[in-house]
Nanobody
């Protein structure tokens, strides 16, 4: 049974940084494709960043230049480094991963439980 455990969320002042982690277990395979979504109160879930199985990386315009998606294959963990945070980045962040060779944007097969990020002004 696949489990994704997210961590790294919290409260930070505007201009600060956080790094979110999403550790996968139970699949027997390495994460191949991955994405991060976020959902603010009263808003739809939106795609923040992703990397396809073919290595194509893409970021939402709102986070481009501030956020970086990456992974550690040895730990089967994906990360979202968030710098220069703004109050409008406040949301619950969800990782979304696939173990197959996906060459298309997410959504993929598995979701994390979500972690709250709050940016104060």
């Amino acid at each position: 049974q696949v489990q994704l455990v997210e961590s790294g969320g919290g409260l930070v002042q505007a201009g600060g940084s956080l790094r979110l982690s999403c550790a996968a277990s139970g699949s027997g395979f390495n994460i191949n494709a991955m994405g991060w979504y976020r959902q603010a109160p009263g808003q739809q879930r939106e795609l923040v960043a992703y990397i396809t199985g073919g290595g194509i990386t893409n970021y939402a315009d709102a986070v481009k230049g501030r956020f970086t998606i990456s992974r550690d294959n040895a730990k089967n963990t994906v990360y979202l480094q968030m710098n220069s945070l703004k109050p409008e980045d406040t949301a619950v962040y969800y990782c979304n991963v696939g173990f197959g060779y996906y060459t298309v944007p997410p959504p993929y097969d598995y979701w994390g439980q979500g972690t709250q990020v709050t940016v104060s002004s």
